[in-house]
DNA sequence: GTCTATACGAAGATAGAC
DNA sequence: GTCTATCTTCGTATAGAC
């Protein structure tokens, strides 16, 4: 399949990216951990490494979102736990060692596309994260900033837990963010 | 002053990893930013860029230490505050392209010893910050889990500012996190 | 679509003079 | 302590053959 290897390289780019950071994910690095062919890697991606980390943002985020469109109908509580289930996931796979490629690209962007995509992909997490919860129980005036808090929270958790190699940060963060949307969700 | 440049040196190389992140901060950028002498480089850093780097975190966490230290009896919700506060000067001094070093050297460390030192620095913003709160007023059961969440969902929250390229979204994040204390300390 | 070879630049690190 | 020169490695990117 002629797309097969473009995903697949966009796939172990996103790892990679999670992982080691912007500048650590080469082209080297993902050839070797994606066995793609050397030679197709402008073919498949002219517009050189942007394109292929642009491709592995879009990757990224439309993961999170397939497991967001699920949750249509949950009440709010789930909702923030499937997220926070989410992130810790990516930490116990990877033993410690895996973050979020948008914030890795956030945090080491040296192109303007990059960022700002990075921002697009954020923001779209947010509003549906945000609509979930309203119609999930949490007030509708208090959703987008709760859906923002959790999400921090969760990101900001992730680098704990790396840093700390435990998982005890994430799991103090998960829990008071829980608690946090359960008190909206009565009050 | 002979110790005069190598701290130089230092102070700009925490720059410039909030900034452009750790790969980016190369010793050209150091140098350039600084002003220091290029000869000296491994005088002063024999280790090389590791010991440049590790001496960075020291100092960041360091600045950090240093305002939580004027905090010492004054109630949770202004520890919070001026925590808070001290993320909201990095994105508004810097226009909103700087961030945690401690966080890009988590998320892009190629070395353990780096890792490490983040890992110890987060630790001790961490104790320091839940001792605060719960001299502040917060139960001392839910001190430690509650610095954690507002750690986490601050330097969450300045790398969501820095992707949307606006304060919102830090803003809303700090909204919550101090309602959150103030909430804790009430009951 | 995949290959090899290669150009080009950046970055870390070392050696030896002053 | 500071300098210049140099080595090595690595990463991006291009050219041209198959």
Redesign the pocket.
């Known amino acids: 399949m002629?797309?097969?290897?473009?995903q697949q390289m966009v796939d172990t780019a996103a790892v990679l990216l999670a992982k080691h950071g912007l500048?650590?994910?080469?082209?080297?690095?993902?050839?070797k951990a994606s066995g793609?062919?050397?030679?197709?890697?402008?073919?498949?991606?002219?517009?050189?490494?942007?394109?292929?980390v642009l491709a592995a943002l879009g990757a990224a985020g439309d993961r999170a979102a397939t497991v967001l469109d699920g949750l249509a109908g949950q009440p709010a509580d789930l909702v923030a736990e499937r997220f926070i289930g989410l992130w810790r996931a990516v930490l116990t796979r990877s033993d410690l060692t895996a973050g979020c490629s948008l914030l890795a690209v956030t945090v080491a962007a040296d192109s303007e596309p990059l960022l700002d995509r990075a921002g697009e992909i954020f923001a779209a997490w947010t509003e549906r994260v945000g609509e979930l919860l309203a119609a999930g129980g949490v007030p509708a005036e208090q959703s987008t900033a709760l859906a923002t808090s959790l999400i921090a929270a969760c990101e900001g958790g992730v680098v704990l837990a790396r840093a700390a190699r435990s998982m005890a940060p994430y799991e103090a963060v998960a829990g008071v963010q829980l608690a946090l949307v359960r008190s909206a969700m009565s009050g």
């Open positions: 002629a797309a097969g290897v473009r500048q650590a994910t080469s082209f080297a690095e993902v050839l793609a062919p050397r030679g197709s890697l402008y073919h498949h991606f002219p517009g050189g490494k942007d394109e292929l």
